[in-house]
């Protein structure tokens, strides 16, 4: 059973910074994009980052320039490091990978996270 499980959200002031951290467990072979997405009461859930496995990066507008995701291929990690943060970025943050689960198989399962939340207060 392959598990994404996040760590670090949190209540932080406006212009104060978080580590959002995601690690895989589970049996699989290897992991291509991995992303954060996150969902603000009453909106859609929407991307805030991506990365692929060659450590290409996109980011939704919003946060450009204040956050910066990175990965941990060896640990099956992801991170989100955030930044000058803003109350509008206050929802809870997912963190999402493509699981190529079997060696024999180019094809990938996506799977999410349980979500953690992250309050920025004004």
């Known amino acids: 059973q392959v598990q994404l499980v996040e760590s670090g959200g949190g209540l932080v002031q406006a212009g104060g910074s978080l580590r959002l951290s995601c690690a895989a467990s589970g049996r699989f072979f290897s992991i291509n994009d991995m992303g954060w997405y996150r969902q603000a009461p009453g909106k859609q859930r929407e991307l805030v980052a991506s990365i692929t496995r060659g450590d290409t990066t996109s980011y939704a507008e919003a946060v450009k320039g204040r956050f910066i995701i990175s990965r941990e291929n060896a640990k099956k990690r992801v991170d989100l490091q955030m930044n000058s943060l803003k109350p509008e970025d206050t929802a809870i943050y997912y963190c999402?990978?493509?699981?190529?689960?079997?060696?024999?198989?180019?094809?990938?399962?996506?799977?999410w996270g349980q979500g953690t939340q992250v309050t920025v207060s004004s």
């Open positions: 999402n990978a493509d699981i190529r689960t079997n060696v024999l198989s180019t094809i990938t399962t996506n799977y």
